[in-house]
């Protein structure tokens, strides 16, 4: 039950309008969705040092339990916080749960479908949100802007180091910086700009078909002039 899910997240604080339906079972609660228009809200991720402050949001959110996994999902639901605006966007997020040490419960794998992800706001977000240290280094070292749609993905393992993974979705006007090596005259990250693609990609490999228009790619070591304009 709900109840004793032990959820990823806590609301510290908030004020505003909330209409919520309950599914009872056995006198206890399975599920809720709720409407919800806040302000001033405070969430706290499990793993998060830092509360996440919210000035404002608004949509609907629905949470259940079935077994040993956690099902939550967005309708429309967009926020604000710290000068980034995230528009109303539609999401799932199941969340597989296993015993831990001290009694306690750890997440080993899950799935994860949004309609689109902005990855400039995602990385300024990073920090605050349960993804990992090696994600959010990952997102610092990138840089990235540009659109995610259609994404798709499924882990097994903890998110920050899964064991098997897949994901697949479509980019638009991406860009990530590159990197040069550390050692003189060596091959650097290959970085670029407004590139779209489509991407299949798992703990294998993967596959992408890119565009660039407009853009760049950026190969440290192998040009003189490491920008290639397209």
């Keep these: 039950h709900l109840a004793a899910a032990r959820l990823p997240v806590a609301v510290d604080q908030g004020h505003g309008a909330l209409r919520a339906w309950l599914d009872w079972r056995g ?7 709720a409407d919800v228009a806040l302000r001033g809200i405070a969430l706290r991720f499990s793993g998060s040092a830092e509360p996440l402050l919210l000035e ?11 077994d040993a996994t956690l099902y939550f999902a967005a309708e429309n639901l967009g926020f604000s916080t710290a000068g980034i605006d ?5 999401m799932t997020l199941a969340l597989r749960e296993a015993p831990a040490a001290a009694g306690g419960v750890a997440f080993v794998g899950g799935e994860l479908s949004a309609d689109r992800l902005d990855l400039a706001l995602l990385a300024r977000l990073g920090a605050q ?5 090696a994600i959010n280094t990952l997102l610092t070292q990138l840089a990235p802007s540009g659109q995610v749609r259609s994404l798709f993905a499924r882990w097994d393992g903890t998110l920050d180091a899964p064991t098997r993974y897949s994901a697949k979705g479509s980019v638009s006007a991406m860009s990530i910086a590159a990197l040069p090596a550390a050692q003189a005259g060596a091959i650097g990250r290959p970085g670029w700009r407004n590139a779209s693609f489509d991407f299949e990609a798992g703990e294998s490999g993967g596959k992408a078909q890119l565009k660039i228009d407009k853009g760049a790619l950026v190969l440290p070591g192998i040009f003189e002039q490491p920008e290639v304009g397209f």
């Design 86 to 90: 995230w528009p109303a966007s539609q």
């Design 129 to 133: 949100l349960p993804l990992g240290s």
């Design 56 to 66: 404002r949001v608004q949509g609907r959110v629905q949470g259940s339990r079935q």
């Design 27 to 33: 006198g206890q609660v399975h599920a809720l969705t």
